[in-house]
Structures are given as structure tokens and as C-alpha cells.
């Protein structure tokens, strides 16, 4: 839960009919958006993934005032190229 919603927000398929689960904060998103943000950053960790729910969890962050604001997130079946553009396209 965030800002009393459900931080699912849907899913994406790739061209390959892989999904990305994604989790997101709309309102966050939108305050910190409301700063003038102009630096977007992307982790994936490989390492911790819950069990049977795909290959990595790539964290997008904002940064604002020298702090990385982790601010949406993707659980992916895969590591390829058009995972990754479906994710950030969403």
C-alpha cells in the first residue's frame, strides 16, 4: 500500500510473451514529478527475486536533492532488450 491505494499498477508483455509485473506508487510518482525532476536512474537485482516469479526486479529511482528516491518497480520473466523498452515504455 501507498498513499492508501495497492501499488500494483498491471503488467506488460513483451514481443516475446514475456510479463513484467509492475509496482507504483501514482501519487508519489506524480509529487515527486511536481519537484522538476530531470535525473531518472534504473537497478536490477538478480540476487533477490522472490522464488518462481521471474528473473529480476528492476528498481527506477528519481533523484532529487542528491538522494535516490526509489519510486516504481518491475518484476521481470527476462533480462532482454524489449522487456526492459516494454517496462519503461509503460
Known amino acids: 500500500m501507498c498513499c492508501n491505494n495497492s501499488i500494483f499498477s498491471g503488467s506488460v508483455k513483451d514481443s516475446d510473451g514475456k510479463y513484467s509485473v509492475m509496482l507504483e506508487c501514482t501519487h508519489l510518482i506524480n509529487l515527486v514529478l511536481s519537484h522538476g525532476i530531470t535525473e531518472v536512474n534504473a537497478d536490477a537485482t538478480f540476487k533477490v527475486v522472490p ?40
Not at 61 to 83: C, G, Q, W
Open 51 to 90: 522464488a518462481n516469479m521471474g528473473s529480476q526486479l528492476l528498481s527506477i529511482h528519481f533523484m532529487m536533492d542528491n538522494v535516490s528516491i526509489p519510486i516504481a518497480y518491475a518484476l521481470m520473466e527476462t533480462k532482454l532488450r524489449d522487456s526492459y523498452q516494454c517496462v519503461m515504455d509503460y
